[in-house]
């Protein structure tokens, strides 16, 4: 029986994880290797780390954290955070990464995905796209970790990227992020009707049925989360945990 991928996504500050709200309100969660060795245990599909500040301090993710997650790591991973050229690909992927995360660089020049698509293969790029509703705007595409907005509309964007060669889009909710309350399933089906690469749904995820929607709603070829992830009960106590596979039926 298929079953889409199911992602935790992890957020580094410095070499700390983190949790956000709506992009705000950082809490700490802990070391990033001990989570790996826990979703090791766990059997996660996929895992995925977000730097989420190497954008605004101009520079990458760490190369010395990509490695030591490679060399930890069971399933594989993709990293993202202040990428901006072939050569920080090159190395990323050198150290152990199946796959980068373009976000602020692909909005600001499109033309940069097919450039690492055309060198490095689709199925080593995607872009995440991170969507917040702006007044009298409607929903835009926002770069620099949610805190500047382009003049992209999500479908639109969603397009462009499709166009220039990535090989996956990650669309995320800047609203629904942190909140546990679901995914935007309009944005998610909006994305994932519009294009034919996959797109995995990201920002809101509090429980399996929400993943269900996600998948038979919103069409999305993936279901990623933050919180469910590293949070257990009614109070967030922090605790790296994962969906028994056996508990998802997409039938």
Not at 70 to 93: H, R, T
Request: charged residues 25%; neutral net charge.
């Amino acid at each position: 029986m298929f079953r889409p991928r199911i992602i935790p996504v992890l957020l580094l500050q410095g070499n700390a994880l983190v949790k956000s709200k709506r992009f705000k309100d950082f809490r700490y969660i802990g070391d990033p290797l001990n989570a790996v060795k826990l979703f090791n245990d766990l059997k996660a599909d996929e895992l995925v780390f977000l730097d989420i500040e190497a954008t605004k301090e101009k520079r990458t993710i760490s190369t010395e954290l990509v490695s030591q997650v490679g060399e930890e790591a069971n399933m594989p991973f993709a990293v993202g955070g202040g990428i901006k050229n072939l050569d920080e690909i090159q190395n990323i992927i050198a150290r152990g990464a199946e796959k980068v995360i373009i976000n602020t660089c692909a909005v600001e020049n499109p033309k940069f995905i097919r450039e690492a698509s055309d060198n490095f293969g689709s199925s080593t790029i995607a872009v995440c796209i991170d969507v917040k509703k702006k007044f009298f705007s409607g929903e835009l595409v926002w770069r620099n970790s949610g805190s500047k907005p382009s003049k992209y509309s999500p479908k639109d964007f969603a397009k462009i990227v499709e166009e220039n060669g990535a090989g996956e889009i990650i669309i995320q909710s800047i609203n629904k992020d942190g909140t546990m309350s679901g995914y935007d399933l309009d944005l998610v089906k909006e994305i994932s009707t519009a294009v034919t690469i996959p797109v995995v749904a990201l920002g809101g995820a509090g429980n399996l049925e929400h993943m269900i929607e996600a998948y038979k709603k919103g069409f999305a070829s993936a279901l990623a989360a933050g919180s469910l992830f590293v949070y257990q009960g009614p109070n967030k106590g922090v605790l790296i945990n994962y969906i028994e596979k056996s508990d998802l039926s997409f039938q």
